[in-house]
């Protein structure tokens, strides 16, 4: 079982590895730099050999390893500049995984912004085929997302729809958010649920193409479109349902990665240890 969770790089990059270390993790996320802002500064050669170094080092497989987008870029802008901005990041993103040795960066589908869905996909897939052209081997991954208000990708079927027109498909993926899946309408409280909402995705998607899962409960119930995540087994999802959830991704030998809040009630060491049980 490859399992972790987001990892803060505070202080330099390769305090990740340190940080997925001390959490007993074998897979990790991180933002390889502020994702509050647009600017990125570039990585520092002693920070890049430092992370790489100190991976090898650990017992992470390379593979269980992921960034993910910062949160300002919008790839379904129907704003020429906002749009051009965040094909921008997306590509820079992709060239700061291909120097970290990181294989997998997850983004978020984008916004609308009340223009429609299909203004949104156009430019969606029109912003991911310039990414795809970057000469390295990082594969984008496209998460599903909550549902909320314009947001593109929370029905598998669409996310099928955008997925398959991306190219070259080697540097495509997807990576599903439990919280997310759950909000937006696929149950996933129980055994049974968790096969047919697994079903549908790999109906419209593919099983093949899911990289990376995110684990979380939520804080809300089934179909709320709700982005908020919750400690695994407290929330909507529930124990059964969120144990049912890590049993399917260790079979399928997916990395799972927790993106759990850290409050009074539980941090990342007692999540982690708490799926741990689960499987
Ligand atoms: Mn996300
Ligand atoms: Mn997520
Ligand atoms: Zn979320």
Known sequence: MQIGCHV????????????????????F??????????HAKELS????????????????????????????????????????????????EVE??????????VTHLGSHLGTGEETGIKRLVEGLTKAGKTKNDVVILLE???????????????????????KPAKKFGVCIDSCHAFVAGYDLRTEEKVKETFFKFDKYV????????????????????LDRHYHL?????????????????NKEKIPIILETPIDDERDDFENIKKAKEFA
């Open 8 to 27: 803060s790089i505070s202080g330099s990059i390769d305090k990740a590895v340190d940080n997925a270390v001390e959490r007993e993790c074998s897979a």
């Open 206 to 225: 593919g099983i093949e193409n899911l990289k990376i899962l995110h684990l979380n409960d939520a804080k809300g119930e089934l179909g709320c479109n």
């Open 45 to 92: 050669k002693e920070g890049i050999i430092n992370f790489k170094s100190k991976l090898k080092a650990s017992k992470i497989d390379r593979f269980a390893t992921c960034a993910h987008m910062p949160y300002l870029p919008n790839l379904a802008s129907p704003k020429d500049d906002g749009f051009k901005k965040s094909v921008n990041s997306l590509i820079n």
């Open 29 to 38: 996320q991180i933002f390889t730099r502020n994702p509050r802002g647009w």
């Open 144 to 166: 599903n997302t909550a549902g909320q208000k314009n947001s593109v990708g929370s029905d598998f079927k669409q996310l099928g729809e955008i997925f398959k027109q991306l």
């Open 233 to 249: 087994g407290l929330g909507g999802i529930g124990k059964k349902g969120i144990s049912a959830i890590v049993k399917f991704a």
């Open 96 to 105: 700061r995984c291909a120097q970290l040795g990181i294989p997998y960066l």
